[in-house]
């Protein structure tokens, strides 16, 4: 990939930063890959070349897995610039309980995006964290002073500031 903007499979690519494009698949398999971190716009790091044969080692939010050839065609990245790497994003589904932050954007789109910015879950709004059920999904939250529930996978679409207790 010599140039930065240009778009791969990610079992295509060597070993170094990259910014996730865009998944292909159906709404079972774009569905998994969110629950592994694996979104448009999600930073990943290839740690061993994509080109040797075997599966492809990723690191994604700190943690490491394996995954397999056939799985990474089917997600299209482009190269990171360094600056872009640097700059965390997080996802209200990466708070943790007694965390608040407030919300940049929202991201997803139809009925789940109107449904959502309806009650109230706008730029500058403040989120705070209740806590999680036993299983971890819904997840509890705090907004304008009323509870709300979100899975896990809607919270992913919501673009938090840094969190802080």
Sequence with gaps: ???EKHISGLDKVEKGRYIVVSLGGGRGF???LTDLGIYSGAGL???NSATGGGPLRLSIKGGHFGL???VASRI???K???DCMEEKKYSLRDYKEGQKG???DVKGGGKFKKRILEMGFIRGVEIFVEKYAPLRDPIEIIIKSYHVSLRRNEAENIIMSEPRF
């Design 30 to 32: 774009v569905r998994k």
């Design 68 to 70: 397999g050839r056939g």
């Design 80 to 82: 990171a610039e360094e």
């Design 1 to 3: 990939m010599t140039d």
């Design 76 to 78: 299209y990245v482009r």
């Design 45 to 47: 790091e290839v740690l």
């Design 102 to 104: 407030k919300i940049i």
